[in-house]
């Protein structure tokens, strides 16, 4: 198994993508961004903040017109989808850490 000519690691980075030390769900995730999942998952709370904000001036900006409601929809559906995508990377990152 250590012997000087043994290669047993995947080769190239296809061989690399396809076999990370990661199962289930976890691998679509890109292996750089699972290194750092706790970082990401404070920009995505960070963009849904920002996200929500808008929806919020945009609705009140907008005089709750027709119009207004639509983009507002738009932005606090895509907050909820930032925020829902922030606790699952958070959940994986603690199971993570409770198993090491």
């Known amino acids: 198994m250590n012997e000087p000519n043994d290669n047993t690691a995947p080769?190239?980075?296809?061989?690399w993508w396809?076999?990370?030390p990661r199962s289930g769900m976890?691998?679509?995730?890109?292996p750089w961004e699972y290194r750092h999942l706790r970082a990401f998952a404070r920009v995505r709370i960070a963009a849904g903040i920002v996200l929500a904000g808008l929806g919020a001036v945009?609705?009140?900006?907008?005089?709750f017109t027709a119009e207004a409601?639509?983009?507002a929809v738009l932005?606090?559906?895509a907050a909820a989808a930032s925020f829902a995508w922030a606790a699952w990377d958070l959940a994986i990152a603690r199971s993570a850490?409770?198993?090491t």
Do not use: D, E, N, Y
Request: charged share 10%; glycine share 18%.
């Open 11 to 15: 080769k190239g980075l296809r061989g």
């Open 18 to 20: 396809a076999s990370p």
């Open 26 to 30: 976890q691998r679509i995730i890109a």
């Open 58 to 63: 945009t609705l009140v900006g907008g005089s």
């Open 69 to 71: 409601v639509g983009w």
């Open 75 to 77: 932005f606090l559906a």
């Open 97 to 99: 850490s409770a198993q």
